[in-house]
Structure formats: C-alpha cells, structure tokens
C-alpha cells in the first residue's frame, strides 16, 4: 500500500518567494496533520483536518502561513512569503480518525529558505 | 496534554533487549501512551500505544505501571536498524482531540 505522499521532497528558494508544499495521504484516512520539525523547536504541530476541515490551527505561526485540504486526497501547506526562519523539515500524516489511530507520516520535505 | 520525561540518550548492545522508560506522572484517565520513534532523516514511525494493560505487538511491547504514572518500551532482540529517537507521548486522541505532542524524546543506539 502507497504510504504518505509529500512532494517535493527538498525545495531551496530565496526568501519572499511563495513556497507550497504538497500531500497526499493514505487512502482511506480522514485525519491529516502537518508538521514541522526544527533543531530549535522539534517536532510540532502546525494544523490537522478531519474529514477536510481544519480542526486545530493553534500551531501555525502565523499569518504567512496558510494550509488547505480541498478533498480527501490532497493537502497544501503555503508560507508566503517565506522567510529564512521557515527553513525546515515539513512532514505530513495521515490517520484513521475516530480516536486513539496511529499516525503514519511521509518522508516530509527539507525547506531551505536563502 | 501531560508532559513526559525521557533520558536524552541510551545505548544498548545488538541482540539484547532495550529498555526505554518514560515518566508520565500528571497523566489523565483517558490519556494513552504512545510511542513513536524516528530513524534519520524519515518520517516518525508508529511502535504501540496503550491505556493501562501491557500491549505488545510485531514491533515491541509495553508495560504500563499500574498507577500509570510511568512506563518502558522493550524492543526484544535489538538490531542496529533500531537506531533511532524513540518518542513516548501521551494523549487523549479522541475525536476532535487527535493532536501529539513530541518531546525531545530518548536516541537509541544500538551497539555492534
């Protein structure tokens, strides 16, 4: 079975520039979460949908920041404009909701912001 | 969500079984304890979760104290494939309430 779909997988743009990141998730998984992992800060928790709505927001940043989920099998996460502060590793999972599923995440995207 | 406590790093020799504890004494009644873990550069992996009860499963086991307040992660025959940082969360995971909190979590290293 395909896995978490994140694309690109490394992006490397100068700041200003609008960045969109892309995912899919698991077939079947209503949950989607995106993250963001940074040697400062680790992992977090930017936004999560359930059954394409946006359920918890209270990570993102800020207002550069948007995340979108138009249907099942498809999920954007835009910082515009970018900063050199949002360089990272991005990953997205998916899950099962109704409680207590686990979380399978993608191999995430490495964002480099110049 | 409650917080936990991990030790920054453990080492363990390949075949042997590694032990992780995790501190969790503030947790809550309908708080669950995962564990996840991540191998460089990839995405974390789900191991197990639990309430109360011990769980094992193809991965590792859990054993959960009975006052809840702690638990260890026991991966039964160590390989240097689980070389990682291994996550132990704790959270309601209910619907509306999906989110997990990451800590710094402990890195394992498995010894040849």
């Known amino acids: 079975d395909a896995g978490v779909i994140q694309s690109p997988r490394h992006e490397v743009t100068e700041m200003g520039q609008e960045v969109t990141l892309r995912c899919k998730p698991i077939?079947?998984?209503?949950?989607l979460f995106w993250y963001r992992q940074t040697m400062m800060r680790g992992l977090e928790l930017l936004i999560y949908?359930?059954?394409?709505?946006?359920?918890?927001d209270s990570g993102m940043p800020e207002d550069r920041f948007s995340a979108k989920m138009p249907n099942a099998s498809f999920s954007t996460l835009k910082i515009q404009p970018s900063e050199p502060r949002d360089s990272a590793v991005y990953f997205c999972a998916s899950s099962r909701s109704g409680g207590r599923q686990p979380q399978h995440f993608g191999d995430g995207t490495r964002l480099s912001i110049l | 969500d409650a917080k936990t406590t991990q030790p920054t790093s453990m080492d363990c020799a390949e075949g042997r079984a590694a032990n992780l504890p995790c501190n969790h004494s503030t947790i809550s009644g309908n708080e669950y304890v995962y564990w996840y873990r991540q191998i460089h550069s990839q995405g974390p992996q789900y191991i197990i979760h639990?309430?109360?009860n011990n769980e094992t499963n193809e991965m590792a086991s859990l054993i959960i104290t009975e006052d809840r307040k702690s638990s260890t992660l026991i991966l039964p025959h160590a390989t240097l494939r689980d070389t990682a940082v291994y996550y132990c969360i704790v959270s309601p995971a209910n619907f509306g309430n999906e989110k997990l909190t990451f800590g710094t979590g402990t890195r394992l290293t498995i010894i040849p």
């Open positions: 639990g309430l109360k």
């Open positions: 077939s079947g998984h209503n949950s």
């Open positions: 949908f359930n059954n394409n709505v946006p359920i918890d």
